[in-house]
């Protein structure tokens, strides 16, 4: 199933093949949907991996104003766009605002994600 690229978000069981074309902004808002359903049980998260290719790992998550990604370890070289909202990565000495359109590279380090607003962002992450 091609996706035009205005067209909607693909479904959270595949992954895009080589050649497709799908919208973030329109994923974005469609993650944000189910990050926002307090039926899903879900911390105030969604997340879909859009691109798996060997040694490439491209995925929207989507927050609900006021929820986190806890502390974790840096995945390797990675970035973070922010796509829509207002996130914050934090580490212990340093904090990153990002509003739309912004980028940053991952410290190599532990980090952790707020979202000041309901928020998608677009983690891109070289695999070892």
């Keep these: 199933m091609s996706t035009h690229h205005n067209g909607p978000a693909r479904s959270p069981e595949t992954h895009l093949a080589a050649g497709e074309v799908t919208n973030l902004p329109a994923m974005g808002e469609q993650l944000l949907a189910d990050a926002r359903s307090a039926t899903a049980g879900n911390s105030g998260r969604a997340a879909r991996t859009v691109v798996a290719l060997p ?5 929207v998550i989507a927050l609900a104003s006021g929820s986190e990604l ?16 207002r996130v914050t990565l934090n580490t212990t000495d340093r904090t990153w605002p990002l509003g739309q359109g912004d980028i940053v590279a991952i410290p190599d380090q532990r980090h952790s994600l707020t979202a000041e607003t309901d928020a998608a962002v677009l983690l891109t992450v070289r695999l070892a």
């Design 55 to 59: 040694g490439l790992r491209v995925t």
């Design 70 to 85: 806890a502390e974790h370890e840096a995945p390797g070289a990675a970035t973070l766009t922010c796509l829509t909202g």
